[in-house]
Nanobody, 120 residues
Framework: VQLQASGGGSAQAGGSLRLSCLVSGRASLKNGVGWFRQAPGKEREFVAAISWSDGNTRYEDSVKGRFTISRDNAKNTVYLQMNSLKVEDTAVYYC??????????????WGQGTQVTVSS
């Protein structure tokens, strides 16, 4: 199983970005994909997760109403649409599999990370 995150970049506060996570070997996965982020000097924290089977989602409180996680099973890709970006959203974003839980330890596979920088 390999995950490849992409779509990061720079945005102004209030702007939008969309991240993608391409999952190779998805057939062997049973649960789902999560997005996490890690700011300099901080621990990796949960952002959102989605189930492969029923599309059930969960979000960290600070991103509810601003971020949307979705999946395209035919393309083996999970997306994170980020709207109304804030400076505090600045971090390296990682996608992980195979879980829907908001805990790093539950994920066995990780992508390489993509930088998101939000300026005021």
């Amino acid at each position: 199983v390999q995950l490849q995150a992409s779509g990061g970049g720079s945005a102004q506060a209030g702007g939008s970005l969309r991240l993608s996570c391409l999952v190779s070997g998805r057939a062997s996965l049973k649960n789902g994909v999560g997005w996490f982020r890690q700011a300099p000097g901080k621990e990796r924290e949960f952002v959102a997760a989605i189930s492969w089977s029923d599309g059930n989602t969960r979000y960290e409180d600070s991103v509810k109403g601003r971020f949307t996680i979705s999946r395209d099973n035919a393309k083996n890709t999970v997306y994170l649409q980020m709207n109304s970006l804030k400076v505090e959203d600045t971090a390296v974003y990682y996608c992980g599999a195979d879980s829907q839980l908001p805990a790093v330890i539950r994920y066995d596979y990780w992508g390489q990370g993509t930088q998101v920088t939000v300026s005021s």
